[in-house]
């Protein structure tokens, strides 16, 4: 950050008074601008034991593996914005349902929530932030190929509960500065 977004002056990066972390501070205004961060929500869609998956056609990770997931808007809750991801990225309208994971991806500054899901009826194409989009048996899982270290964790998790019969809530924690995540 370079400017400040109230006035247009220079911003200087220092721990403003009564706060513990360096922030971003007006030198004109004084205003503190707070960096936190951003959430990025999804969904695991299942119809018929079959997941689906799409293959990325944006950076990062373009060409790899995901299940439908971005950023968080303004005014939307998260399950509205998993089932919002599911529509633009799959043209999939899915019934969003219980918590699955939160992924804390640190060297990012986000935080990743993903909810199971059901895909009520196989219709589905390929929206625009995606190559293909398909529903894939969890054998068939191109594990190899999937995009992010959060939906890979997410699926596992996703898979061993089904397997298990339960629903838990799995959290972790990512951070590529710390080479291994931290699961919690």
């Given at each position: 950050?370079?400017f ?45 034991g ?46 969003v349902?219980?918590?699955?994971s ?25 929206g ?18 999937i ?38």
């Open positions: 950050m370079k400040c977004d109230q006035c247009g002056a220079p911003v200087r990066l220092r721990v403003p008074e009564g706060d513990t972390l360096p922030r971003y501070v007006c030198e004109a205004c004084g205003t503190i601008h707070y960096r936190n961060p951003r959430l990025v929500v999804g969904c695991v869609p299942e119809h018929e079959r997941i689906l998956l799409c293959r990325r056609a944006i950076e990062p990770r373009r060409g790899y593996w995901t299940v439908p997931a971005g950023f968080l808007e303004n005014g939307e809750t998260l399950q509205q914005g998993a089932a919002r991801e599911s529509l633009e990225e799959a043209q999939a309208q899915v019934t349902g219980s918590l699955l939160v992924v804390h991806v640190l060297h990012a500054e986000q935080v990743h929530v993903f909810f199971r899901a059901s895909l009520p009826a196989a219709r589905f194409g390929v625009a932030e995606s190559l293909e989009v398909e529903l894939v048996e969890p054998a068939q899982i191109p594990w190899a190929d995009a992010f270290p959060s939906t890979d964790f997410t699926l596992r998790r996703y898979l061993e509960d089904r397997a298990g019969g339960r629903e838990l809530h799995h959290f972790t924690t990512i951070d590529r500065r710390l080479r291994a995540p931290a699961e919690g």
